[in-house]
């Protein structure tokens, strides 16, 4: 079976579903890949900045994000030994009805359904679950075979654009996608749960700095509360010495309610939604090499460490400056000829706009994972803790991003 597209985009996340969703509205003919059936849940902090909002409006999706996400995220926190330090979120400045000011959290298996929902509405062709399993040129177009979740059926799909949007630490076949390094001590391990009766106070997001890793807390849709975590190899293996009863994640687990007295009193009569979720190793600010002709968005363009809680709004940003570019010339596009000058052009706008996200989340990850740092930072925090609101300025949450075409 062999099927022409004008783009074919590896990855149904957000990123390449809200791709899919603006080409397909655009008049592109769009395959999306995508190896996982729907609903799936996924390692993810949940939240959405509120620069996202105005996005996840033009996409048509805002009004349904807003009814099923959980409530406005006003305060940021720190939750770190005994210090539980509060603060004001800075309010963003967007626009329109329903924008509000603030972010709020989403489940995965409710935002990546929602969008790629959306994207195949509007015209898009979703292949899921299948997997991309090789990527190749022939006579200057892109040939995407892509397998079965069964390997009962095997595809062709040709197309000029190819879009790679499969994470940044998920293995696979593709060129750009990770391969299996040798193990090191500092490699990161994320996990995540969800809980019921939670005592953390609506619309309070904090941070959470524990011995080796660092996580994070927020409400999140149907009344739940989100934790997700990242810790080090070596500590892990020391929580799962301490905790030999316990799976891996329940050994964390225990090792930040150990360490956080914020956590202990969220959590103390909290219980357990579903089974703890767990990823790695994960190797943040890692950037693929795209191939000739194809382009990276989300995860595998770049990512920031979790600590900052902007990877979904990146991931879709990112797709918005790619397909702001591809659409501006997108018969160019379509016959080949304008894709080394918007992959230009989208290199530059993504660093513009993401590499100060970057550095702040590799300098806040670096503090929080040494006990000297985290025991700085505190202190200096509970002296000023409209620090937190900086901070939180720092990481993005209030930035909005901007994207320019491509002049001919």
């Not at 969703?21 to 959405?48: D, I, N, Q, T, Y």
């Not at 193990?183 to 391990?189: A, C, T």
């Not at 925090?381 to 909005?400: C, I, N, Q, Y």
């Amino acid at each position: 079976m062999s099927e022409n597209y004008q783009a074919v985009i590896i990855g149904g996340g957000p990123a390449g579903a809200a791709a899919a969703l603006m080409l397909a509205r655009a008049g592109w003919s769009v395959a999306v890949v995508e190896k996982a059936g729907f609903p799936r849940r996924k390692v993810c902090g949940e939240f959405v900045s509120a620069t996202a909002m105005p996005l996840l409006r033009d996409l048509g999706v805002a009004e349904s994000f807003l009814r099923l996400a959980g409530p406005e995220v006003r305060q940021v926190g720190l939750f770190v030994n005994d210090s539980v330090l509060t603060s004001d979120m800075p309010r963003a400045d967007t626009d329109g009805e329903g924008a509000g000011g603030w972010g709020r959290a989403l489940g995965r298996e409710h935002l990546d359904q929602l969008l790629l929902r959306h994207a195949a509405e509007a015209g898009a062709t979703v292949w899921q679950p299948w997997t991309a399993a090789a990527l190749d040129r022939e006579g200057g177009r892109h040939v995407c075979r892509i397998v079965a979740r069964d390997k009962q059926d095997v595809a062709t799909l040709r197309a000029p654009v190819v879009i790679l949007a499969h994470g940044s630490w998920d293995p696979g076949s593709l060129p750009t996608q990770t391969v299996r390094h040798v193990r090191r001590p500092s490699d990161l391990f994320a996990f995540k749960a969800h809980f019921r009766d939670a005592r953390l106070p609506a619309g309070l997001m904090p941070l959470l700095v524990f011995p080796g890793g660092y996580g994070g807390m927020v409400h999140t849709d149907g009344d739940r509360l989100s934790l997700s975590c990242c810790i080090r190899r070596k500590d892990l293996d020391r929580c799962r010495r301490a905790w030999p009863q316990a799976g891996a994640a329940e050994a964390v687990f225990e090792h930040i309610r150990s360490s956080c007295r914020g956590v202990r009193e969220a959590l103390a009569d909290a219980r357990l939604d579903g089974a703890w979720l767990s990823v790695g190793p994960i190797r943040p600010v890692l950037h693929a090499r795209s191939l000739a002709g194809t382009f990276l968005i989300g995860n595998a363009a770049g990512e920031t460490h979790p600590i900052i809680a902007e990877g979904i709004t990146m991931a879709l940003h990112s797709a918005r400056l790619l397909c702001d570019l591809l659409i501006g010339r997108q018969q160019e596009a379509w016959e080949g000829r304008a894709l080394p000058s918007i992959a230009r052009a989208y290199a530059a706008s993504w660093r513009r706009n993401f590499s100060s996200r970057l550095y702040a989340g590799s300098l806040f990850a670096a503090l929080a994972r040494t006990t000297t740092g985290a025991d700085a930072v505190a202190a200096a925090l509970g002296r000023f803790p409209a620090m937190l609101t900086a901070g939180a300025r720092w990481s993005g949450k209030v930035k909005p991003v901007l994207s320019r075409g491509v002049t001919s």
